[in-house]
């Protein structure tokens, strides 16, 4: 098995050696592994630590573009270039990993449930609960709740609802059963690469592979006496998520276990 380790930084220098140790780490389960970075232009020292951090299999871009206004923008076109790196060098490589490169996954690893889980054939995408409890509900969407919460007027009091919804449904599940979702990410995600190569992170609000109604995805916030307001920027793993089971049925799921502790 081969895999690609990929994530985007910009001002991660606190966390950086601990994360990419973590990388280290989990690519020493795969016959082969590179990590790839993407790098936007920072105020602290990420630039020298990726410079000379000691791996061979540490790849690093230097993004000299100006960036955009949008942070998921920024972050959407650092994860898709390292999906074309994924294309053009190693398509044949089994899995790929996205992470985050910040202090979510600089705590310590428990590598035993990301074992578990290449012993498996039923997801296709894969992400994991969290200490001290499951934190990114920008990344997402699951039924009956598929939007952007920050397009949802009264955000915070929705964010409790789904918070305390997507915990209810992880601590309900039964032992080693997954949850099904519509996108998921929670800091750190395996794929599996012919699943989600042809598709792209997009930092902006699209329905293209909604293929829901709006009346159907805005109903369940309406229950709680919640409106829908659009905003333009969205969280870029929704429409890549949503477009992998557009186009690739691919299954995405939540592992109940926590692999950074």
Request: glycine residues 4%.
């Given at each position: 098995?081969?895999?690609c380790i990929c994530g985007t930084v910009k001002n991660c220098g606190p966390y950086l050696n601990k994360v990419l140790s973590n990388m280290e780490k989990i690519g020493s389960l795969f016959d082969d592994y590179k990590i790839l970075i993407y790098y936007d232009k920072s105020d602290d020292n990420t630039l020298d630590i990726l410079k000379d951090y000691p791996s061979k299999n540490l790849f690093y871009y230097v993004n000299k573009n100006p960036l955009f206004k949008l942070r998921t923008s920024n972050i959407a076109k650092g994860r898709n270039f390292c999906l074309d790196r994924i294309r053009n060098n190693y398509i044949d490589y089994d899995y790929f990993i996205m992470m985050d490169c910040?202090?979510?996954n600089c705590k310590e690893l428990d590598i035993n449930p990301i074992i578990n889980a290449l012993k498996r054939n039923d997801w296709d995408g894969l992400s994991f609960n969290t200490n001290p409890y499951y934190y990114d509900l920008y990344a997402l969407s699951i039924k009956p709740y598929f939007l952007n919460i920050y397009s949802i007027d009264k955000t915070d009091e929705i964010s409790q609802i789904i918070k305390d919804y997507i915990i209810n449904l992880l601590n309900s599940l039964e032992p080693n059963e997954l949850?099904?979702?519509?996108?998921?990410?929670?800091?750190?995600?395996?794929?599996?690469t012919n699943k989600f190569i042809d598709c792209n992170y997009n930092g902006l609000t699209t329905f293209e592979?909604?293929?829901l109604s709006f009346d159907s995805?805005?109903?369940p916030y309406k229950l709680h006496g919640f409106n829908y307001n659009f905003v333009l920027e969205d969280c870029?793993?929704?429409a890549f998520h949503f477009e992998a089971i557009t186009k690739n049925n691919a299954k995405i799921m939540i592992s109940p276990e926590k692999i950074f502790i």
């Open positions: 098995m081969k895999c910040d202090d979510v949850l099904t979702c519509a996108s998921a990410f929670n800091g750190f995600s395996i794929y599996r592979y909604v293929l995805l805005i109903e870029e793993h929704r």
